[in-house]
């Protein structure tokens, strides 16, 4: 008789991960394994999040992955500096994988690729079918024409320095540094007094990165030159006066920002097939930030009595058009942020965001703006050309986007 489990998650990043962790933590009695094509889960990335993008109950069975938290953040623009004292974490990849590694034992495998998948079953390149009541397709972002997208691509390095850094928080945006063909600034986390990760990172458009790496950590970017990115961290370090001892690891990566699309076509694509994290397009659309979104759809999918394949593609998609829905106000900022203006003026737009209450920008990462606070972000003296601000709002969909662009 051929093995059926409960729930097979293909992909072991962030999204399915947390799906496997949580079902294991609330509802033991299912048989639900997890599919990894590396070597371990979660890649090699530091995930990072706002302590008010949680609730309590969130933040009870999350907090033992969580690798560094700090009481308050800082911002740098060139008219603008600014300590912001709302609490900031992240969770570091190995940390991820030694979780999943304990909590899931012989329900992970890893070094297994699937050659093809389908709502019930799974294809792997060996020739064996492994079959499942469903089936949650979590390998990162599915290109579609349905979607128009920006993107955030960036290159860190943790480094050891020879001497204390001096920071007590991160620096979450420091765009005092040249800008370029786009949105660009440099981001800093302090892990113990002598180490920390410094990314480079730019806001771009399509034609300036490999797509095909989106969220891979790894690979070509394309017209941002991986080497380009290194010595501008280490032209960062140096004018901080810091000076480095080793680079300890370095990790890279594109997210995407989206812009425009139809969310409707994007899940008929999906041919019924169960998604999850950037795959299902659950994500902070100005950020890329897909942490809360896989923490609430783990939630959600712990919650749901029937795990079969079409109970849980109808959740997961309803989750999703619900989130798009709500995104709308943050596409037309982000077309104004990519579209509007000349690209190295971009950071005016977040300069000025940065200059409103702290209550509301919380608000903003945690995609809870009320009203009120979408009419005060693009209230008064605006940071762009009127009529480009304008234009760029009017852009409906992928085509008219593209066309722009």
């Given amino acids: 008789m051929t093995a059926r489990h409960d729930l097979i998650l293909v992909g072991g990043g962030l999204a399915n991960g947390l799906i496997a962790l949580r079902l294991k933590q609330v509802r033991p009695e299912l048989d639900v394994l997890l599919l990894e094509q590396d070597a371990a889960p979660g890649g090699n990335h530091t995930w990072s999040f706002h302590d008010s993008d949680l609730t309590p109950a969130q933040w009870e069975w999350i907090g033992l992955l969580v690798g560094c938290r700090w009481a308050h953040h800082e911002v740098r623009f060139p008219q603008r500096r600014r300590t912001l004292h709302s609490g900031y974490a992240s969770i570091f990849s190995q940390d991820f994988a030694r979780v999943l590694r304990e909590t899931l034992g012989n329900a992970l495998r890893v070094e297994v690729r699937a050659s093809q998948l389908g709502p019930t079953q799974v294809r792997l390149?060996?020739?064996?079918?492994?079959?499942?009541?469903?089936?949650?397709?979590?390998?990162?972002?599915?290109?579609?024409?349905h979607l128009a997208l920006g993107y955030q691509a960036f290159l860190g390095q943790e480094l050891r320095l020879t001497q204390p850094h001096g920071l007590s928080g991160p620096i979450l945006m420091d765009a005092t540094v040249a800008q370029g063909q786009g949105y660009r600034f440099v981001y800093v986390l302090p892990f113990t007094r002598d180490t920390l990760l410094i990314e480079d990172t730019h806001y771009v458009d399509s034609n300036q990165v490999d797509t095909s790496q989106v969220d891979r950590g790894r690979g070509d970017k394309g017209r941002l030159d991986p080497q380009h990115l290194r010595d501008n961290i280490a032209d960062y370090a140096y004018a901080s006066g810091w000076q480095v001892q080793a680079m300890l690891r370095e990790e890279s990566g594109v997210l995407p920002i989206t812009l425009a699309g139809d969310v409707e076509a994007f899940w008929r694509d999906a041919h019924s097939q169960p998604r999850s994290g950037l795959r299902a397009g659950l994500f902070h659309p100005t950020t890329g930030y897909s942490l809360p979104h896989a923490v609430r759809l783990a939630d959600r999918i712990a919650r749901l009595d029937d795990l079969s394949a079409p109970a849980l593609f109808d959740a997961i998609r309803r989750e999703a058009l619900g989130e798009w829905r709500r995104q709308g106000y943050f596409r037309l900022l982000n077309r104004m942020l990519?579209?509007?203006?000349?690209?190295?003026?971009?950071?005016?737009?977040?300069?000025?965001?940065?200059?409103?209450?702290?209550?509301?920008?919380?608000?903003?990462?945690?995609?809870?703006?009320?009203?009120?606070?979408?009419?005060?972000?693009?209230?008064?003296?605006?940071?762009v050309p009127m009529g480009e601000a304008l234009r760029a709002a009017r852009l409906g969909s992928p085509h008219q986007i593209r066309t722009a662009k």
């Fill in 125 to 145: 390149e060996d020739g064996h079918t492994l079959h499942a009541s469903a089936v949650i397709d979590g390998r990162g972002v599915a290109t579609s024409p």
């Fill in 338 to 383: 990519f579209l509007a203006g000349r690209p190295e003026q971009r950071w005016r737009v977040m300069q000025r965001f940065y200059g409103l209450p702290e209550p509301l920008i919380q608000r903003f990462y945690a995609e809870r703006l009320t009203a009120l606070d979408k009419l005060r972000i693009v209230s008064g003296k605006p940071p």
